[in-house]
T-cell receptor, first 113, second 113 residues
Framework: GESVGLHLPTLSVQEGDNSIINCAYSNSASDYFIWYKQESGKGPQFIIDIRSNMDKRQGQRVTVLLNKTVKHLSLQIAATQPGDSAVYFCAENWTSGTYKYIFGTGTRLKVLA | GAGVSQTPSNKVTEKGKYVELRCDPISGHTALYWYRQSLGQGPEFLIYFQGTGAADDSGLPNDRFFAVRPEGSVSTLKIQRTERGDSAVYLC???????????FGPGTRLTVL
């Protein structure tokens, strides 16, 4: 399963530096991946997505990299800001065409002033 | 426009009681999802609806959990004979047609005493 312990991995980054958050996904058949940001007391918020026929996609200050060989996804945030502090989750479309999404291990990002 | 809304925002109940949690999706969104999120973990898929029918209910943990979406819009997650282990945040998300992006509501925090 995708459950994790009570203590989320934490990444502490200095304001203005770049952040890299990693995710190992489970299913080699997954063909669509999403990164979500979740702030305390709120639901997950879509950040960026990528399909399995791509290995890189860029948004505003964010880049997602996909390595299907090792089933690894990363989210890069440029010039990290205090407002980026949150928990970040990756999610995979478990089976192509089913629209069922499975969330992976979250990472807490702390931005230091 | 209005996002996904969930009511109540908090629900405290006693072990053995019945609860209903409501989700109002974004207007026009055809798909609706329910997730459960325990402290420090990623959202856990429960069920998703395409229109009025449950397209995938494989995440419902047992027969105490049931969800309906009778008119293809509002959905209700029903939990019978609640147990302390049901305490969690219940998240709802909706999606339009063949678009992949889900939009989440703020969640309902359920506490079973």
């Amino acid at each position: 399963g995708e459950s994790v312990g009570l203590h989320l991995p934490t990444l502490s980054v200095q304001e203005g530096d770049n952040s890299i958050i990693n995710c190992a996904y489970s299913n080699s058949a997954s063909d669509y991946f999403i990164w979500y940001k979740q702030e305390s007391g709120k639901g997950p918020q879509f950040i960026i997505d990528i399909r399995s026929n791509m290995d890189k996609r860029q948004g505003q200050r964010v880049t997602v990299l996909l390595n299907k060989t090792v089933k690894h996804l990363s989210l890069q945030i440029a010039a990290t800001q205090p407002g980026d502090s949150a928990v970040y989750f990756c999610a995979e479309n478990w089976t192509s065409g089913t629209y069922k999404y499975i969330f992976g291990t979250g990472t807490r990002l702390k931005v230091l002033a | 426009g209005a996002g996904v809304s969930q009511t109540p925002s908090n629900k405290v109940t006693e072990k053995g009681k019945y609860v209903e949690l409501r989700c109002d999706p974004i207007s026009g969104h055809t798909a609706l999802y329910w997730y459960r999120q325990s402290l420090g973990q990623g959202p856990e898929f429960l069920i998703y609806f395409q229109g009025t029918g449950a397209a995938d209910d494989s995440g419902l943990p047992n027969d105490r959990f049931f969800a309906v979406r009778p008119e293809g819009s509002v959905s209700t997650l029903k939990i019978q004979r609640t147990e302390r282990g049901d305490s969690a945040v219940y998240l709802c998300a909706s999606r339009w047609g063949s678009e992949d992006t889900q939009y989440f509501g703020p969640g309902t925090r359920l506490t079973v005493l």
